[in-house]
């Protein structure tokens, strides 16, 4: 597929998927939908991790509302089940680590489009908003799913009413995201996150997502059954084996993702 929305690089392993809409804060058209979930269900067979990002100073200010001319000719349900669901799919169920860099504002789908990946690393002068309710809606785009199981509901609840700014050191604080970084050097934190990775035991970060993700549907019985499946497929990588000897020569492990 070719882009138009946003930029696919892929190199070193670490496939970085820029949103390119930086005139309207990157909002999320019919186009980049497709497109992200086109570029993640690449990156997820040709990267050992993917970064999503935004150009300019937001990083996603969630659906554009002028998308079909005017708000009242979007057909929401269609939408969220045609367009939402397949792209939030494709980063869930993307079998590398995923993650957000959210480089500025992060509104409405936009924050819950950041908040379904594996990690999110925001710079301090970005803010999540679920700013739905101003408009007369709900939480979409996996708010509902996820703010709940990050913060508790208390604070869900208070962030989906009020639709109040949450400054990413308060997101920070909260749980809601992995961290929040100082604006200078940003760009190179990610990267350094990034980087580790794509080095990383590929085959064990795809089941640590499996395990992490079932544990709130899983008693603890069902959960323990689980690890010891997903650990004996991790005991027969070849990622597994280098582990163990670099280990024992005492030297970083060089691992191959397999």
Known sequence: MRY??????????QAVI??????????????MRAEITDAVTRAGREARVVVL?????????GQDLGDAGNAANLDLERTLRDEYVPMLKAVID????????VNGAAAGAGANLALVTDV???T????????????????????TWVLPRQVGLAKAMGAALFAEKIPAAQAEAW?????????????ATWRRRAAHLAKGPTAAYAR???????????????????????QGECGKTRDFKEGVVAFHEKRPAIYEGR
């Open 4 to 13: 138009d929305t946003i930029t696919y690089e892929l190199e070193d392993g």
């Open 18 to 31: 820029s949103l390119a809409r930086p005139e309207v804060m990157n909002a999320l058209n019919s186009l």
């Open 53 to 61: 990002t935004g150009q300019g100073p937001a990083f996603c200010s």
């Open 94 to 101: 993307c079998p590398v680590p995923t993650i957000a860099a």
């Open 120 to 122: 999110v690393i925001a």
């Open 124 to 143: 301090q002068s970005a803010f999540f908003l679920q700013a739905f309710t101003r408009i007369g809606l709900i939480p979409d785009a996996g708010g």
């Open 175 to 187: 749980g809601l995201i992995w961290e929040a970084v100082p604006d200078e050097g940003f760009e």
């Open 208 to 230: 640590v997502k499996q395990a992490l993700r079932a544990s709130f549907d899983n008693d603890i019985e069902s959960q323990l059954t689980l690890e010891a499946k997903l």
